[in-house]
């Protein structure tokens, strides 16, 4: 993003804040996050379920941060079933707004109440994996693959926050300050630069994780994640990683005795053969080795799958799932003081949906 790139040149659709107001009203809070709050809102016009994502900024960010803008500015480029989409856009004192697409959940949340099938799982990953292979394809990385990260409605899946991505084709430094770090690649604790692999080694954790329901590198910190990497997947070394010991952190985080790689035999016990090759693959240590997302979108594992009969069979089956009708009020107080009354109908779940 170059010095020229202004926040008034993002878009002819920005608003004030009281513009904002006008036209959206917002819900409940679906979340927070480092830089702000998420809101479930409602656009007054076209009563179209919206996410209003708030993003705060402070005063010497020169109007506006550089992340949010790298955000705004990737979103807005963006036509890809599988990435969430740009709605609008609006600003006020300290704050910008971005409203998007609405979906149901991430995938963080639907863990902490299921366990996915493999089937289920195998057309979450896919569904990644196009995305992801769609933004690969224009020079950028996501470099923050994780459940959170990935909404989901009825295993429809959009990737989302791009605040961490970055465009490859404009040559700028890279930070090794990336991805949680119980997704991280080992290639970015070690120091190399890296490239869009990174978003496949994150997308391997996560289709361990989404069977077995808990991530094999969870680490209570960087070097910690980082043993366990070398616990399931062994230690890097010149045999299986040409160049690796001269990477400028290996001295320092590997002084042990090699260990062998024990992935394939944690797997084969729990997955079939095809799936267990194809996370393998993605799980491969030296870069250079391991399957892109496009190469991994053709793996055998995946033949004969059709996302659009399955992801219709999903739906229709959650509309046998017994629902009430509830009507609720709900007063959302805006920060200066005004309200919004919203009266609304939502369909309560007798059971999970999974």
């Known amino acids: ?5 202004t926040f008034q040149r993002i878009s002819s659709l920005q608003m004030q804040t009281n513009e904002l107001k006008k036209k959206y009203i917002l819900q409940k809070v679906l979340g927070y996050g480092q830089y702000g709050t998420v809101y479930q809102g409602v656009n007054m016009c076209t009563r179209e379920t919206v996410a209003i994502k708030e993003l705060r ?7 506006i941060n550089v ?6 500015e990737i979103l807005k480029l963006m036509k890809c079933q599988q990435i969430i989409s740009f709605k609008d856009l609006a600003y006020g004192q300290n704050k910008v707004y971005i409203i998007m697409e609405y979906m149901e959940e991430d ?14 799982t195998k057309v979450i990953i896919f569904q990644v994996l196009q995305g992801l292979t769609y933004l690969h394809q224009l020079g950028i990385i996501h470099r923050d693959i994780k459940p959170n990260n990935i909404l989901h409605t009825n295993l429809e899946i959009k990737i989302c926050d791009l605040g961490m991505a970055q465009n490859l084709n404009k040559l700028k430094p890279q930070t090794t300050r990336i991805q949680n770090h119980s997704y991280r690649a080992p290639e970015v604790f070690l120091g190399q630069k890296y490239c869009s692999k990174v978003d496949v080694w994150a997308t391997g954790v996560l289709f361990i994780q989404l069977i077995l329901k808990y991530n094999i590198f969870q680490g209570q910190s960087d070097i910690a994640s980082f043993k366990q990497i070398i616990k399931f997947c062994g ?27 024990i992935l394939l035999t944690l797997l084969n016990k729990k997955l079939p053969p095809l799936l267990v090759n194809l996370i393998d693959s993605m799980l491969t240590l030296d870069p250079s080795q391991r399957i892109s997302a496009q ?3 053709l793996h055998p594992y995946f033949h004969g799958l059709n996302i659009e009969k399955c992801l219709h069979k999903i739906q229709a089956n959650r509309k046998k799932i017994n629902t009430e009708q509830q009507t609720y009020t709900e007063v959302f107080n805006y920060s200066d003081g005004s309200k919004a009354i919203i009266v609304s109908k939502i369909l309560k779940k007798s059971k999970n949906c999974f």
Do not use: C
């Open 235 to 261: 230690t890097p070394t010149e045999e299986n990683w040409q160049g690796v010991t001269s990477l400028r952190n290996y001295s320092s985080l590997i002084n042990e005795e090699p260990q062998p790689r």
């Open 107 to 120: 995938l963080l949340t639907a863990l902490k109440r299921d366990t996915f099938s493999e089937q289920e």
């Open 67 to 72: 992340q949010v803008l790298r955000e705004i």
């Open 57 to 63: 900024h402070s005063n010497t960010d020169q109007g």
């Open 295 to 297: 190469d991994a979108l």
């Open 1 to 5: 993003m170059n010095q020229q790139f």
